[in-house]
Nanobody
Framework: VQLQASGGGLVQAGGSLRLSCAASGRTLSSYSMGWFRQAPGKERTFVATISKTGVATNYADSVKGRFTISRDNAKNTVLLQMNSLLAEDTAVYYC???????????????WGQGTQVTVSS
């Protein structure tokens, strides 16, 4: 499966962005999906995951209550709605696909190219 992330940009603290991950090559419903982020000089870290059917979601403590992951399998798309953004949310955001909702990046087989999110304080 090929993944294409989009929707990043520059936003002021307190603002919102919606990231989108579009899949091609295979139906997205075959995969659990995750969003990860990587700030400059830091490791790639877990942000959110969603199960194949969308019933189960999981969030990093740092984004819980502010970010929402969702999916539309009919459109082969996964979304990450980000509200109340903070300067520390600044990073490159990646979507990824795996067989289960893992939280470790190494457990994901397929990755999008990343989209930059910059939050100004």
């Amino acid at each position: 499966v090929q993944l294409q992330a989009s929707g990043g940009g520059l936003v002021q603290a307190g603002g919102s962005l919606r990231l989108s991950c579009a899949a091609s090559g295979r139906t997205l419903s075959s995969y659990s999906m995750g969003w990860f982020r990587q700030a400059p000089g830091k490791e790639r870290t877990f942000v959110a995951t969603i199960s194949k059917t969308g019933v189960a979601t999981n969030y990093a403590d740092s984004v819980k209550g502010r970010f929402t992951i969702s999916r539309d399998n009919a459109k082969n798309t996964v979304l990450l709605q980000m509200n109340s953004l903070l300067a520390e949310d600044t990073a490159v955001y990646y979507c990824a696909a795996s067989q289960a909702s893992y939280v470790r990046p190494a457990q994901y087989n397929y990755w999008g190219q990343g989209t930059q999110v910059t939050v100004s304080s």
